[in-house]
Structures are given as structure tokens and as C-alpha cells.
């Protein structure tokens, strides 16, 4: 069964740093592109950052170029996604997903980052 398991969320004041992690299992995860996708409230996905499966390859939206870098460790079977200078616009639930984040992936259940004074 896959599971991916998002952590690190929370709150964190304007201008703050987070790291998100995301424990995979039940596939073979160095074999697979990961990315990142987000949900504000009230709003549909967007899709934030991906990673190919060997980690050479990296994308990011235009709202997070330069704020976030996303990264893996194949040998633990864990996706990062490290999130400085954050602003209010990205609170958000932060969801892991395999390939391009489609509903035809796999999600995690998300964690939340609030990004508040």
C-alpha cells in the first residue's frame, strides 16, 4: 500500500522558515518524480514543486522561486521541501504526491502551515 507521510507544519511568523518532510512507503521511491502541491483555504490545488526521481531536476512555481527548494533522500525514502522568507500567501495544507501531483496520483494527507503574526 503507498503511503506518504507529510510532517514539519506549523506556525511560523512572516519572513520564517519551515521545513516540511514527507516519509514515503509501499513503493519503490527513487524510481518515481515527486512534488509538492498546496491548498489555501477556499481555494483549489496548486501545484508548488517537483523533483525528478533521481533528484537532478528540479521546478518550482513562480510564486515560490527563490523561497523554497525542494530535495530527496532516496536512501531514506524522504521528500523536502525546505520553505524560507514565508509569507502570509503561502499558508496553506502542504501535500506530498508522486509524479506531477494529479488527481490520478498518490497524496498524503497534508500538513498545515499557517504563516501569521
Known amino acids: 500500500e503507498v503511503q506518504l507521510v507529510e510532517s514539519g507544519g506549523g506556525l511560523v511568523q512572516p519572513g520564517g522558515s519551515l521545513r516540511l518532510s514527507c516519509a514515503a512507503s509501499?513503493?519503490?521511491?527513487?524510481?518515481?518524480?515527486m512534488s509538492w502541491v498546496r491548498q489555501a483555504p477556499g481555494k483549489g490545488p496548486e501545484w508548488v514543486s517537483a523533483i525528478n526521481s533521481g533528484g537532478g531536476s528540479v521546478t518550482y512555481a513562480d510564486s515560490v522561486k527563490g523561497r523554497f527548494t525542494i530535495s530527496r533522500d532516496n536512501a531514506k525514502d524522504t521528500l523536502y521541501l525546505q520553505m524560507n522568507s514565508l509569507k502570509p500567501e503561502d499558508t496553506a495544507v502542504y501535500y506530498c504526491?508522486?509524479?506531477?501531483?494529479?488527481?490520478?496520483?498518490?497524496w498524503g494527507q497534508g500538513t498545515q502551515v499557517t504563516v501569521s503574526s
Open positions: 504526491a508522486t509524479e506531477g501531483g494529479s488527481s490520478d496520483d498518490y
Open positions: 509501499g513503493f519503490i521511491f527513487g524510481g518515481y518524480d
